[in-house]
């Protein structure tokens, strides 16, 4: 039996280990990845804080952020564009959604299917093992597509596309064109505002305002093309918040308002938001309740969950084609080894980096 080290969650809130757990048997159709890279995100110290829905039982294989080189292939594999896939190409992968059932099949949103598949909370003991990203191998099913990451992209940026940055890619192709004339509020200053931030610059948008913290996550922003920034623990009264996006807004409010931090922040992002205007969904946790009579008229909220394989590709694109534009790698601000895996969860608790990657 062959195994390698990963780091399992053995107890809520108590010290991950690094554990030897077993390498799978490869199925018809499967890949076995050497993972290059692993970066953290808020979902996975929500795991580790205690159980995130019912299903999470322990021990589990910590991360879902996974970038890596193909290291076996059982059988004959393409990518999501049809090109061959070879041991030692560099890759990252997608969820998988069932394909029969009435989401995936009548509604074609296969990122709300019942029996999707996912990563980073998975049972170590259980086959196949390894489906967790803080580990030096993973398994991935014959049902994932797999997308190339090409040479300019580094792992750990890749690693972020499999979640945080692929999700944001979700957000746009449901929010649709943003207009040459129009301002983008959003909500929250971690790697999903960040990132969002780059692409509404990108998608055209007159203004990017964001409204974040701490201080340090709102200097990436600024990098990644904001044009005005406003911290939340400096400005601590929602009235002058509003206040601010209105001065910026000719008293109207925000075209669109993105909200990429949790629950909490939807209430206020409404009253940002311009009669008519489009308020995207994206961060969770959390609980809020919204004055229904205070919605704005004719608005059109959109959630969104996940991402499809698509939008994978999609972020591994934008991170290619714009990376002279946006200093992609600032977002990633720490790096860790995988023996260091408690000291980087710490960091991702509070806060003190925008996102942490653990190196192999
Ligand atoms: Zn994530
Ligand atoms: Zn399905």
Request: with cysteine; aromatic share 6%; proline share 5%.
């Amino acid at each position: 039996m062959e195994t390698c080290n990963a780091a399992v969650i053995t107890e809520h809130n108590k010290p991950l280990t690094i554990q030897k757990v077993q390498i799978p048997n490869l199925d018809p159709g499967s890949l076995l990845i050497k993972i290059t890279a692993s970066t953290l995100c808020g979902t996975d110290v929500h795991r580790w804080h205690g159980p995130l829905g019912d299903k999470d039982s322990l021990p589990i294989v910590t991360g879902h952020e996974p970038c890596g080189t193909v290291q076996d292939i059982a059988g004959e594999r393409t990518d999501i564009l049809g090109n061959p896939v070879k041991r030692g190409d560099r890759v990252v992968w997608s969820y998988v959604a069932c394909g029969s059932c009435y989401y995936c099949t009548v509604a074609c949103q296969p990122c709300i299917c019942r029996g999707r598949a996912s990563w980073g909370h998975n049972r170590s003991d259980q086959h196949p093992y390894l489906l967790g990203s803080c580990a030096e191998y993973m398994y991935v099913p014959k049902e994932c597509l797999i997308i190339k990451v090409p040479d300019e992209v580094t792992s750990a940026s890749a690693a972020a596309s499999a979640c945080a940055y692929r999700t944001v890619m979700h957000g746009y192709d449901r929010l649709g064109a943003i207009k040459s004339h129009e301002t983008v509020v959003i909500q929250g200053s971690g790697p999903l505002g960040n990132f969002a931030t780059a692409v509404a610059k990108d998608h055209g948008a007159k203004k990017v305002l964001v409204i974040g913290a701490p201080a340090n996550r709102l200097e990436v922003t600024k990098k990644m093309g904001a044009d005005a920034v406003l911290n939340l623990e400096e400005v601590i009264d929602e009235k002058q918040r509003r206040q601010w996006v209105k001065d910026h807004t000719d008293g109207r409010g925000a075209d669109v308002v993105i909200q990429v931090a949790n629950n909490m922040a939807v209430p206020e992002g409404l009253t940002l938001l311009r009669d008519g205007g489009r308020y995207l969904n994206i961060g969770a946790g959390g609980k809020a309740n919204i004055a229904v009579e205070k919605i704005p008229q004719e608005m059109l909220f959109i959630t969104i969950r996940s991402g499809e394989p698509r939008h994978w590709l999609q972020a591994i694109d934008f991170l290619a084609s714009r990376r002279k534009t946006f200093p992609f790698e600032e977002m990633i601000s720490k790096s860790y080894k995988l023996d260091q895996i408690n000291e980087a969860m710490t960091a991702m608790a509070n806060y003190s980096v925008v996102k942490a990657v653990i190196n192999f």
